[in-house]
């Protein structure tokens, strides 16, 4: 049989476009011989469509373009993820959402089977994730029967995404039902350290039931997460015969041993090599600030550009995303900058090939002090007056973002949002921010691989050599604040992304007292991250829909 593996990059709500997309697909499979085309979960309508599934509207709009879909398709099978409405279920299976102003009939996030012109069978999700980033049980019914097709004399099973991640069940089921290869669809959200999870899965399954399977994940960003493709074909003994691109739109073309031979020619297996960990971080930062602009309908970004390691990452990634032509950097030197964060600052900007506005703020600063003088009287300056030049910062390129239509991109990364070592309304201001969920030892590792990978020093390397500073008083670093990002790391690692206690922290090897005081401040952030602006997901667990916790609280455990 002759699989083609559409790994598109779908618009949330955009059903006509997605459409659109999906009906190009099909074309182009079925020219290359394949006798099915699949395409990715929901990807009729975006994933995740979160609360859109709730409007009769939407739901209407989608129900007649997989109609039109349908009728487009001829005698290759096409598979298409969609929100299913089950208007006509039984009452009793009836799930309020929300509200009875608002709730909505069952829906099922499913899969139709297309051929000869019409919808030959539906498959629904078994499995609904509800952690993490994922809220299906608040929106679908699980489905509960395999279906299996008859494909090209061969059996195919449909399977969704989560199907896939636990022993026996759906795919166990399809197995059991006949199919010979088990294919899963997927909206399978990337981060560090997933693919080897999901082969893991996947030669399970393969090898407890016999059967070829095939693994296609849809590609792009979608506010704060991003998917990376990477779709596969595996056979039963869990070799890996073919291969998507990682983090672009893609077709793959296969031939399974299975059913009739294919009328023509084998097409040539693709087994790229993958991407090392620390490229595949930064291909993913670079789609998913590319796909948050664009489909946000922004054209053009600003980043203040400061000297720092941060924000020359968040540049690059701005200009490898936007292209040159696309991305401002505005340096606001204070009277605390030193000459060299703006030497670096205009060089990293000569390099990329992108516009160097400099705005100085020393006179802004000298009207606030007059201004705060009265209420300020008989206080010692500290971090209020400090703050306020970070807050003037964030005005001023918030202005400019209102003048010109151009997007702010924040530069805190999640070391600095994790302790609260970031400023409300000042480095925290902005529409995205890209490096919201990577550690500060990571970015490191990324401004030297982006080096690397241009066999130039694109980055200076006096910026990723000097220590890490605010520059918002004299003399000032990092570590005045915070422990050495090298200890600081790993304790954010372990009470953000794995829940540890401190008592389980301190036993891993961490000084109590340091551990002790990193929670205290994690906990205490958690007000000003609740207002940060959204950012690509790299990690298992990121701020934001990934961790939810109470801002008011006082459990310190």
């Not at 991003?226 to 893609?250: E, I, K, L, N, W």
């Not at 020393?362 to 306020?388: K, Y």
């Amino acid at each position: 049989m002759r699989l083609a593996l559409a790994q598109l990059n779908p618009v949330v709500g955009d059903v006509s476009g997605n459409a659109l997309d999906l009906s190009a697909a099909y074309a182009e499979g079925v020219a290359a011989g394949a006798d099915v085309v699949c395409a990715g979960e929901l990807a009729l309508t975006g994933y995740p469509p979160e609360d859109l599934v709730l409007k009769r509207g939407f739901r209407r709009a989608v129900g007649e373009a997989l109609e039109g879909l349908a009728d487009e398709v001829g005698g290759a099978a096409f598979v298409v993820g969609f929100v299913e409405d089950l208007a006509g279920a039984p009452a009793a299976v009836w799930r309020p959402v929300a509200s009875e102003a608002t709730a909505s009939p069952p829906l099922a996030n499913a899969a139709a089977v297309l051929r000869d012109g019409r919808v030959e069978a539906v498959y629904r999700k078994h499995r609904l994730p509800n952690y993490g980033v994922f809220d299906e049980a608040r929106y679908f019914m699980a489905g509960t029967d395999p279906v299996v097709v008859d494909v090209a004399g061969a059996r195919l099973g449909v399977t969704v995404c989560e199907d896939l991640w636990s022993a026996g069940g759906p795919v166990a089921a399809a197995a059991g039902a006949g199919a010979q290869i088990v294919l899963n669809i997927n909206a399978s959200p990337y981060s560090r350290g997933k693919r080897a999870d999901r082969e893991r899965w996947a030669a399970a399954h393969a090898a407890g039931g016999g059967v070829w399977i095939a693994y296609l994940n849809q590609v792009g960003g979608q506010d704060e997460v991003v998917f990376d493709g990477d779709s596969f074909v595996m056979a039963p003994d869990g070799t890996v015969v073919a291969r998507g691109a990682q983090f672009a739109a893609d077709l793959l073309v296969v031939d399974v041993p299975v059913g009739r031979p294919a009328p023509s020619p084998a097409p040539r297996p693709r087994t790229d090599p993958r991407l090392d960990p620390v490229a595949e971080v930064y291909a993913a930062l670079v789609l998913g600030t590319r796909d948050y602009v664009g489909k946000n309908g922004f054209a053009r970004a600003l980043v203040g550009l400061s000297g720092g390691v941060d924000s020359a990452l968040v540049a690059t990634i701005a200009a490898d995303a936007l292209g040159a032509g696309a991305v401002t950097a505005v340096g606001m030197p204070s009277p605390h900058s030193s000459e060299g964060s703006l030497t670096d600052a205009r060089k990293l900007a000569a390099n990329l090939g992108i516009r160097f506005l400099e705005l100085p703020i020393g006179d802004v600063m000298s009207a606030f002090d007059r201004v705060l003088a009265r209420p300020f009287a008989g206080t010692q300056a500290g971090v209020a007056e400090e703050n306020i030049q970070s807050r003037i910062r964030g005005t001023l390129l918030m202005a400019l973002s209102n003048k010109h239509g151009d997007i702010v991109l924040a530069t805190g990364n999640k070391s600095e949002y994790a302790v609260g070592y970031s400023t409300l309304y000042g480095d925290m201001a902005g529409g995205f921010a890209v490096i919201k969920d990577v550690p500060k030892t990571l970015v490191y590792e990324l401004c030297r691989q982006r080096n690397d990978a241009a066999a130039a020093e694109v980055i200076p390397r006096q910026i990723l050599d000097k220590p890490p500073s605010a520059e918002l008083r004299p003399g000032q670093r990092d570590t005045d604040s915070l422990p050495p990002y090298d200890v600081l790391d790993p304790i954010v690692e372990a009470y953000v992304e794995r829940d540890r206690s401190v008592a389980e922290i301190v036993a891993a090897g961490f000084d109590e007292q340091t551990v002790r005081r990193i929670a205290t401040l994690i906990d205490r952030a958690e007000y000003k991250r609740r207002q940060a602006a959204p950012g690509v997901k790299i990690t298992a667990r990121a701020f934001g829909k990934d961790r939810r916790l109470p801002i008011t609280q006082r459990w310190t455990g």
